[in-house]
């Protein structure tokens, strides 16, 4: 499993067009071949920051994703909307389970 994490902070006054960038970006991409599980959350200390959390079933599936033209649009929109360069972190899990166990 391939867990990818990223965070950006949007601009006040550009809040409003990153969500709605955010929301089509995840609703499409959950729709992927590999693709398990795709959200964004906004911090409840601070509206502006958003993360993203992905999990794809293989590093291929990710690739295919990261080469998409709806993948590459949306990229090319963030720029205007954001304080600071997104960070993006890759972990590759071998394993999961419930705490405790």
Not at 9 to 35: F, I, K, N, T
Not at 38 to 43: A, I, L, R
Not at 66 to 95: F, Q
């Amino acid at each position: 499993m391939i867990l990818v994490i990223a965070a950006a902070h949007a601009r006040p006054d550009r809040r409003e067009d990153m969500v709605a960038l955010l929301a089509g970006l995840a609703r499409r991409s959950r729709g992927e071949q590999g693709c398990t599980s795709y959200v964004f959350t906004s911090d409840i200390e601070d509206p502006n920051a958003f993360t993203s959390i992905e999990q794809w079933e293989s590093r291929e599936d990710l690739d295919r994703h990261m080469g998409t033209p709806e993948l590459a649009e949306a990229l090319s929109k963030l720029p205007d909307m954001i304080t600071a360069e997104p960070t993006i972190t890759v972990h590759e899990v071998s394993r999961t389970a419930p705490y405790g166990s």
